[in-house]
């Protein structure tokens, strides 16, 4: 396989856990603006394998962004921008499905969006006509199957379906919550998945999410939820993360 042209640039949204991406080489940094104002960090270039790939850090450098102000319009647009085609977000969830266990990865195919207020289009105003985008299937079906298979060669399990429930956070859910979520059809819950995967699809972009289940969803495991817990078995799950990116760059 050749070396693949700037349009096929790879953008890694990290989330929770995947604040630097310290694997890409020749790295460079720059900040960029939009039209919706500034990322929630500066644009990491780089390279992995030999790829061009590019960085976000959806909490920002320093992890100080909360899921709901984040601003989700200006990640996706300088994303696309920079010449992004590909997007690979990793974003942390609490697991409902009996499948979704601390630190098991999941490439999710479903969203039920429950969050309520972020600014979640681009087909918003002075527009020349009003435009729907068809979110049949959020995730980029290309880009997910690549994920699927990066995760089986590097032997990582990680659940190959599953529906994100994405809540408007910060805080976590109640367990009456959770039991309505799973009856809604959620397999797990999470904070970022939305609007980010709507943007992505007002773009144009190949947008598909590798969830990292940090614990089992409130009312699920025992007791209450420990932020230490959380953020221990996230670093934990880091690793096959690490893994499934320099796995799956190489099948695009
Ligand atoms: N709920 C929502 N978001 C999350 C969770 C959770 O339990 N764990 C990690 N991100």
């Not at 972020?118 to 980029?140: A, G, M, Q, W």
Request: hydrophobic share 40%.
């Amino acid at each position: 396989m050749g070396r693949v042209s700037l349009k096929e640039r790879i953008a890694i949204i990290g989330g929770t856990g995947l604040n630097v991406f310290d694997e890409l080489e020749k790295r460079r940094e720059e900040q960029v603006s939009t039209p919706f104002g500034a990322p929630s960090a500066p644009l990491i270039y780089g390279e992995l394998g030999d790829r061009p790939v590019v960085f976000l850090a959806r909490h920002g450098a320093g992890h100080a962004i909360a899921p709901h102000r984040i601003n989700y319009r200006a990640n996706l647009w300088a994303l696309k921008q920079c010449g992004a085609q590909y997007i690979i977000a990793v974003a942390a969830v609490g697991g409902i499905h009996k499948e979704m266990i601390p630190e098991r990865l999941s490439i999710p195919n479903q969203i039920i969006d429950y969050t309520c207020s972020r600014k979640n289009t681009y087909f918003d105003k002075d527009l020349s006509e009003v435009t729907h985008i068809d979110f049949t299937y959020p995730y980029c079906e290309t880009l997910r199957m690549k994920l699927i298979l990066a995760s089986r060669a590097g032997h990582l399990k990680a659940y190959e379906n599953g529906t994100y429930g994405a809540t408007e956070g910060p805080r976590l859910e109640t367990a009456a919550e959770i039991v309505r979520l799973e009856r809604d059809g959620c397999d797990m819950v999470g904070m970022t998945g939305m609007p980010e995967a709507a943007l992505a699809r007002e773009l144009g972009l190949c947008y598909a999410a590798c969830a990292v289940c940090a614990n089992f969803a409130a009312g699920r495991g025992e007791g209450v939820l420990s932020m230490n817990e959380i953020q221990d078995t996230i670093a934990r799950a880091m690793v096959k993360v690490r893994i499934l990116i320099k796995e799956v760059v190489t099948l695009i």
